[in-house]
């Protein structure tokens, strides 16, 4: 399918609000495109916005701009994104740019004024007192060396929050709500003593996601190994009231998981298998299903490896986990398709894949698979019965001078048997009948290179040549063609192309209408070729010796270069002959 059926496919899912779907083929459409098109990308994330990814709709909307940066409907697209991630600064400076490229323009004035008036009702909110409370120049550093809350200051992630609260204490003041961390902050400065545990925060203590980070550094990441990753929630998801697992548990799972990565490089897969399983069970990270199905893909249970994959899939969907993790279960899926022999369905999921983050090596199994699916269709269509049948049939049709029909036959012999010169060659004769020279010429070419000693795909490629007036490259075939013949030790073809070859000389050389003689010789005279030979001194001393004995031009024409330069010269005129 080309770009725009793609593109049209999608706008149908979009209509019926199937977004997944539709950013499924707008992805095929911008893959398809020759150049970057800016409409698939604003179609793009147009889609991903309504799914409420807004990270997502706004990197395909810089996409889109940088396409075409003059295109106003761009920067509303990336105005409503950095809308939907609650930056709102950024999304009414993308509405005035598309307003400056498009005053009239009715969506970057109603999202301008949605923005202004959002941004208004955030900034009158009170602050819950917290201007005061968190004014000390100091605090940071305060905090950091408090007892209570010295472990905490450890995240930077905290440390951020409580700056931003330092300098908006109003549009901030929700922080306090969804992150009980924060809390016990509050409560230190108010000086409250809380008995609530720091580590039970509702968000993941620095040490477990540093431990996770570093373990996915430290390890390589080859396609069947298991890659350590963490799982994240986009930025547009709420915060989740219940407090995410202990500490404990945690770590228990990375232990566990470590241990696991040990036992798959000494390739004890069942050991390696319950090891993840025990993370899993500890902590819910879909890079623990991904291990795991990679140890069972390399000890070759397939099933148990694809059924790990549409879990690891379901959950990561339930808890939203990062799309970058996801697309590893749909990558590996398409590798162990791939091992079944299951190429079509291993390109569903290699495309799948890409749809969720694109990478070179996915993309390029992808298209290796598409390009063996392919090749193993002509495989499979060959058949040297049938495409004797359709050479007969094509011929009937050439007598018959339906030259069309003879085309379609002599196309099927080649589908049927591809290393038959005969397809080619026959189809170059019925091509050249619908005066598709070109054509012609290239299905010779196949013909040739199938079997190179098939002269007559010389002879049909010389006469295709002679019509589109290509003399000299009408000459190199039929001179390729006699020494080929010669060489066979036949020479039955030889005089056939002899004549072939004089009469591409003649035309050639042939006066154009209106033209007088005088003319003709002074154009000839200019012709590349003629002056080379002209000017090559062994030429001319041949020439000076034919003068004074005009019969030792017969011997110098036993030399083949001779015996060719002197014909041209013959055909030109510039030696006559009685």
Known sequence: MSAEEYKAQGNKHFAAKEFEQAIEYFTKAIEAS?????????????????????????????????????????????????????????????????LELDPSNAMAKDGLKAVEEAEASRNSQPDLGLGAMFSDPNLIANLRSNPKTAELMKDPELVQKVMNVQQNPKANAMQFMTDPRMMQIMATLMGIDMDAPPSMGGEQPSSASTSSSNAAQSEPEPETKPEPMETSKTAEDPVVSEPEPMETSKSEADAAK????????????DEAIALY???????????????RAAAEYEKGDYDAAIQTCQTAIDEGRE?????????????????IYLKKEDLETAAKYFDKSLTEHRTPDVLNKLRSTQKEIKVREAQSYIDPEKAEEARLQGKEYFTKGDWPNAVKAYTEMVKRAPEDARGYSNRAAALAKLMSFPDAVDDCNKAIEKDPTFIRAYIRKANAQLAMKEYSQVIETLNEAREKDLSLGEGKNVNEIDQLLNRAMSQRFSAIEGETPEQTMERVSRDP????????????????????????????????????????LIAAGVIRTR
């Open 319 to 335: 808890m939203r986990a990062d799309y970058k993790i996801i697309a590893k279960s749909f990558a590996r899926l398409g590798n």
């Open 529 to 568: 070729e003629i002056v080379s030979i002209l000017q090559d001194p062994v030429m001319q001393g041949i020439l000076s010796q034919a003068r004074d004995n005009p019969a030792a031009l017969q011997d110098h024409m036993r030399n083949p270069a001779v015996s060719k330069k002197i014909n041209t």
């Open 258 to 269: 470590a241990e696991g990565n040990t036992l798959y490089k000494q390739k004890k897969f």
């Open 34 to 98: 020759p150049t970057p098109n800016h409409v698939l990308f604003s179609n793009r994330s147009a889609s991903y916005a309504s799914l409420k990814n807004y990270k997502k709709a706004l990197e395909d909307a810089q996409q889109c701009i940088e396409a075409n940066s003059s295109w106003a409907k761009g920067y509303n697209r990336v105005a409503s994104a950095h809308y939907g991630l609650g930056n709102y600064e950024d999304s009414k400076k993308a509405y005035q740019k598309a």
């Open 277 to 291: 399983q025990k993370a899993w069970d500890l902590h819910k990270d879909i890079t623990y299903l991904n291990n």
